[in-house]
């Protein structure tokens, strides 16, 4: 069956970084876009990056990640990953990703991915 794991989450201090990994497994295609997401305590989940498949096309999803997160696939095609630089304490939450099978491009929608993984927490704190 088709399994989505996060990988890399953990405690940072501020301006710190981490890089969060997406194995995924059981597809019987290579074409779907997957997209990060988080969550923080009482609040939605929100779209931080995804990513399309074939074409590799990217895009941040939240202006507050915009020049400090990026996402990327790993040389095997299963592997996405999502680097995360200067963190600040308003990233903290749990970390999530996706894979949506459906559309040509990727969003932010929740509702667009079909697969989630079980999250991993990030925490940043002094």
């Known amino acids: 069956q088709v399994q989505l794991v996060e990988s890399g989450g953990g405690l940072v201090q501020p301006g710190g970084s981490l890089r969060l990994s997406c194995t995924a497994s059981?597809?019987?295609?290579?074409?779907?876009?997957v997209g990060w997401f988080r969550q923080a305590p009482g609040k939605e989940r929100e779209g931080v990056s995804c990513?399309?498949?074939?074409?590799?096309?990217?895009?941040n999803l939240e202006d507050s990640v915009k020049g400090r997160f990026s996402i990327s696939r790993g040389n095997a095609k299963n592997l996405v990953y999502l680097d995360m630089n200067d963190l600040q304490p308003e990233d903290t939450g749990v970390y999530y990703c996706?894979?949506?099978?459906?559309?040509?491009?990727?969003?932010?929608?929740?509702?667009?991915?079909?697969?989630w993984g079980q999250g991993t927490q990030v925490t940043v704190s002094s």
């Open positions: 996706a894979a949506d099978t459906f559309h040509y491009h990727c969003s932010g929608r929740v509702a667009e991915y079909d697969y």
């Open positions: 059981g597809f019987t295609s290579e074409n779907y876009n």
């Open positions: 990513i399309t498949s074939p074409w590799g096309t990217t895009k």
